[in-house]
């Protein structure tokens, strides 16, 4: 059992590091990776974007994750080093190359943002958009998506399908535009996760749906399970659910290879 996507106090977590890789070890987990956020946008920093870790002290973070490293990896447990970054065309390169200066395993590339709209903040946001609003934002997430696997910068791509969370379904039938994302996906040669999180928030689905999860498996997209975590209470949450769900779309290995992960 292993998870990468899940977070601490460094960003939007409940609980000290150390505590996250404590109770993953304790848990059974053979590997697990912790991904604070790091959001750079190109329309500047607020209060929206206070989920993230302060970007200041990423050499920090680098440092406590290694620490974290020294003291809990053991020949059943391996400590995992990796970031969440939120992709914005924009500033995509600028920020993976910074960010691939440290010795991370791994980069999750997420989409968070469509244009300066926060996708996954509040209901009253989604509330608030003017008629056609709910389409074009998901037009512009699944066209992110596609991007965000095309430009080859992360090892996998998060919790798919995100723009659901609240309940706020689009009007047309994306199912085009998400084939076109699973493609980009499937030739960049990288994973996606089916992140057990969802089932905790009002749309009570994992990311992605179960027919997403279908079309991956029917295009040989490699697929992990992870829990995205942000206290130590929900480090394998959903974890059985997960494996059915994987299991009734065709998957018999539920994580690729970590070397397939890493970025060069």
Not at 56 to 75: G, I, M, N, P, T
Not at 150 to 165: A, M, R, T, V
Not at 219 to 232: E, F, K, R, V
Request: net charge negative.
């Amino acid at each position: 059992m292993n998870s990468y996507h899940n977070h601490c106090n460094w960003s939007d977590g409940s609980n000290d590091m150390r505590d996250m890789y404590r109770a993953a070890k304790e848990a059974g987990f053979r590997e697990f990776g912790l991904s604070d956020h790091y959001v750079k946008t190109p329309f500047g920093d607020n209060e929206i974007t206070s989920y993230s870790m302060d970007k200041s002290r990423l050499a920090e973070y680098v440092e406590a994750c290694l620490a974290c490293k020294k003291e809990f990896d053991s020949d059943d447990f391996t400590v995992r080093l990796g970031v969440e970054v939120d992709f914005f065309p924009e500033n995509a390169e600028a920020v993976a190359k910074e960010l691939l200066q440290y010795p991370f395993d791994y980069l999750i590339g997420s989409i968070h943002f469509s244009n300066e709209f926060p996708i996954d903040h509040t209901a009253a946001c989604w509330e608030a958009l003017p008629p056609g609003g709910v389409d074009e934002i998901w037009h512009d997430y699944w066209k992110k998506i596609r991007l965000a696997a095309e430009s080859g910068l992360y090892s996998f791509i998060g919790h798919l399908d995100l723009p659901k969370k609240f309940c706020f379904y689009p009007n047309y039938d994306y199912t085009d535009e998400a084939i076109a994302a699973l493609k980009a996906i499937k030739a960049a040669g990288i994973a996606m996760e089916i992140n057990t999180a969802g089932w905790a928030k009002p749309c009570k689905s994992a990311y992605p749906s179960r027919n997403i999860v279908k079309m991956a498996h029917e295009m040989g997209i490699p697929m992990l399970i992870s829990s995205d975590a942000h206290d130590t209470r929900h480090v394998a949450r959903f974890f059985p659910e997960a494996e059915e769900c994987l299991r009734e779309a065709g998957y018999s290995v539920f994580t690729c290879a970590f070397e397939k992960m890493r970025r060069k």
